[in-house]
């Protein structure tokens, strides 16, 4: 069970939009549409951002959006702001054994 | 609202055995999944291992296989990780949380197990 990889690091000035990708195989992320994101700001607990790859809990501004193409799905923050600054993690459904696969995480960074 | 809250970590030498608990609060505990996810000092998320409604289905990552347990009590609104033979890459946090669908939510706020002698 490999973690999903994902960019170490990503940055923007506020306003400006950032994308996040998360890599896997045919056997998570492109075989199901169960790909979720969490923020986690260090210290606090983690937050569901987007689950089912595009779907996004009340209470999560528009800002943020899910998408997948293949074995990559991607989250993508509009118009960045200071608060938006965390750890970010995609999730996927791994089948067999009902088993699940956080990616690697990516830290974002507002300039 | 819905909470989570776990307690149980502490220090324990490697080959040590340490009980995780969960105590779940503002939801019908008894309809959900359960799972517990870890973070290692510096690293990423761990899924660790989710349990069934009525916990007769447990599922674990590989690295705990026959170390680690999970269960319920839905009468205590609880669950529950058992950890034996503990090493040290089985430091982390350990966050409790209710799995809806193919999703986590909410999340605990951990509870830190050091494994060192």
């Known amino acids: 069970q490999s973690a999903l990889t994902q960019p170490p690091s990503a940055s923007g000035s506020p306003g400006q939009s950032v994308t996040i990708s998360c890599t896997g195989t045919s056997s998570d992320v492109g075989g199901y549409d169960y790909v979720s994101w969490y923020q986690h700001h260090p210290g606090k607990a983690p937050k569901l951002m987007i689950y089912?790859?595009?779907k996004r809990p009340s209470g999560v501004p528009d800002r943020f959006s899910g998408s997948k193409s293949g074995n990559t799905a991607s989250l993508t923050v509009s118009g960045l702001q200071a608060e938006d600054e965390a750890d970010y993690y995609c999730n996927s459904y791994a089948g067999r054994s009902n088993k699940y696969v956080f990616g690697s995480g990516t830290k974002l960074t507002v300039l | 609202e819905v909470q989570l809250v776990e307690s149980g970590g502490g220090l324990v030498q490697p080959g040590g055995s340490l009980r995780l608990s969960c105590a779940a609060s503002?939801?019908?505990?008894?309809?959900?999944?359960m799972t517990w996810v870890r973070q290692a000092p510096g690293k990423g998320l761990e899924w660790v291992a989710n349990i069934r409604q009525g916990g007769n289905e447990k599922y674990y990552v590989d690295s705990v296989k026959g170390r680690f347990t999970i269960s319920r009590d839905d009468a205590e609104k609880s669950v529950y990780l058992q950890m034996n033979s503990l090493r040290a890459e089985d430091t982390a946090v350990y966050y409790c949380?209710?799995?809806?669908?193919?999703?986590?939510?909410?999340w605990g706020q951990g509870t830190l197990v050091t494994v060192s002698s």
């Open positions: 503002g939801f019908t505990f008894s309809d959900h999944w």
């Open positions: 089912e790859v595009s």
């Open positions: 949380v209710r799995r809806l669908g193919s999703w986590f939510d909410p």
